[in-house]
């Protein structure tokens, strides 16, 4: 690369300007080379002026003129090899993507994709792919338009932290210590309608906030209520739900098809849309201390084993009960992973309808 591209490359890294000395070694160390005209470089209260500087076909070992022989020593340019140039091609569009502060990501370039759930479990999902990428909140999709982070985005959050604070609030230290948290980073999400910053902490949990700090406004002086609405954790879906399906009720008249991504998406046949959030039975029943009850757990199983049985099915352990937590309901995997038995939690008749995993069309 030659000298402007070496100092900007600097500059994204260090957030400052070289200076002389680390450009002089720069050039020694061979990191970039002299084009044309360069600016001003000084060395022991001398300088070298612009257009002093000899090209690169001027250049050997040592200085072609004796008189700045002692003021510089140029070292002999140095050959790249096909994987030098990849290597600072790709080095040079990273620095370039985070100074800008926006960089698009894949569902493989961020932890910030997938199904994020809050204490009041609710759902949302960043389907980030390389083209069609939405935002699911609930029966809501919206086409994400941009992914930023970086210095800009950081200092937009905290203008608007502050705004909506009465300034009693003045920087993302100041957030983190009202709320007991530990932001790693900022990440802003900007859709067709609206917009969410993602502050994402350093335990790999996320504080989503709506881009107007709607949450911070209305329930940020409680702080307990603050983080069951906005402290999202990362969820994982079970893969015994992704895939087709049709629906059918008690009675074994079908309801209609969908199908669950692997983020826990639902897309039915009717272009309505929801989020999947199943915990396994063991998970669902741990108690407040963050311990499993197995007496309770068995009791729990035995009772939807029950029900199985008397509709012609049969759990094969405690591993197979998943509980919908946005509703009453379970789910029993069954004949191998074909069905999924839905039972509801109330009034003692639990049955309630299953789904049959479909073939892809």
């Known amino acids: 690369m030659n000298r402007k591209e070496w100092i900007e490359y600097f500059e ?38 612009e257009g002093a500087m000899p090209l690169p076909n001027q250049m050997t070992g040592q200085m072609v003129n004796p008189a700045y022989s002692q003021q510089m020593v140029f070292v002999k340019k140095k050959k790249f090899g096909k994987k030098t140039f990849i290597g600072l091609g790709i080095a040079l569009f ?6 800008l502060g926006l960089f698009l990501f894949s569902s493989k370039g961020t932890n910030l994709g997938g199904l994020w759930v809050n204490g009041n479990n609710d759902g949302l999902v960043y389907d980030l792919k390389e083209k069609n990428s939405k935002l699911f909140t609930g029966y809501t999709e919206d086409n994400i338009k941009e992914v930023a982070l970086g210095k800009k985005v950081r200092q937009e959050f905290e ?21 007991q948290f530990h932001t ?14 993602n502050l994402v902490q350093k335990d790999g949990t996320n504080v989503i ?9 209305s329930h940020g002086s409680n702080t307990k209520e603050f983080k069951k609405r906005c402290l999202f954790y990362k969820a994982e879906v079970p893969k015994a739900f992704v895939g087709n399906w049709k629906k059918f009720d008690e009675d074994d008249d079908a309801e209609g098809k969908a199908t669950i991504s692997e983020n826990g998406v639902i897309s039915t046949d009717s272009d309505d849309t929801d989020i999947l959030i199943a915990k396994p039975l063991r998970e669902y029943l741990v108690n407040k201390s963050g311990k499993v009850d197995n007496d309770k757990v068995q009791k729990a199983f035995d009772k939807i084993q029950k029900s199985l049985k008397s509709h012609g099915y049969q759990a094969k352990s405690v591993n197979d009960i998943y509980h919908d937590e946005r509703s009453s309901y379970y789910f029993a995997v069954v004949d191998g992973g074909k069905r999924i038995v839905i039972l509801e939690d109330s009034y003692g008749d639990l049955y309630s309808g299953y789904i049959e995993r479909q073939d892809k069309d």
């Open 94 to 99: 990273l620095v370039v993507a985070t100074s």
């Open 12 to 49: 994204a890294i260090n957030n400052r300007k070289p200076t002389i000395q680390e450009c002089q070694q720069a050039l020694l160390n061979g990191e970039f080379v002299m084009e044309g005209k360069q600016a001003t470089f000084s060395n022991n209260g001398n300088s070298v002026t």
């Open 159 to 179: 203008r608007s932290i502050k705004a909506v604070s009465d300034s009693k609030l003045k920087s993302i230290v100041d957030f983190d210590k009202k709320y």
């Open 209 to 217: 906030l709506d881009i107007g700090l709607s949450e911070v406004f």
């Open 184 to 197: 790693k980073e900022v990440i802003l999400v900007k859709t067709e309608r609206y917009g969410y910053y």
